[in-house]
Nanobody, 125 residues
């Protein structure tokens, strides 16, 4: 499995960005795709996850109502639409994948088997 995240950049507080994750190497019907982020000096934290088949999704409380996860199964893409961005959203964002359904472990980095390289999101105040 290969994951390629893109779409990061510099944005002012209140602005929006859309991250993309291109997935390849497998058929992902049974997979859960996740987004995590890691700020300098902090642990990697869960942002959102979506089931490839069916589309059920979960969000961290800190982003719920501002971020939306979605997918384009025909193009093997997963998106993270980020609105109303705050300086505390600044981090490297990673996409991840696991060959299991959404479970309580879906919010833990250790629950994922495959990781992309990360894309930097910087929100200025």
């Amino acid at each position: 499995v290969q994951l390629q995240a893109s779409g990061g950049g510099l944005v002012q507080a209140g602005g929006s960005l859309r991250l993309s994750c291109a997935a390849s190497g497998r058929t992902f019907n049974s997979y859960t795709m996740g987004w995590f982020r890691q700020a300098p000096g902090k642990e990697r934290e869960f942002v959102s996850a979506i089931k490839w088949s069916g589309g059920s999704s979960i969000y961290a409380a800190s982003v719920k109502g501002r971020f939306t996860i979605s997918k384009d199964t025909a193009k093997n893409l997963v998106f993270l639409q980020m609105n109303s961005l705050k300086p505390e959203d600044t981090a490297v964002y990673y996409c991840a994948a696991k060959n299991r359904a959404i479970t309580p472990t879906s919010t833990s980095p250790s629950g994922y088997d495959y990781w992309g390289q990360g894309t930097q999101v910087t929100v200025s105040s």
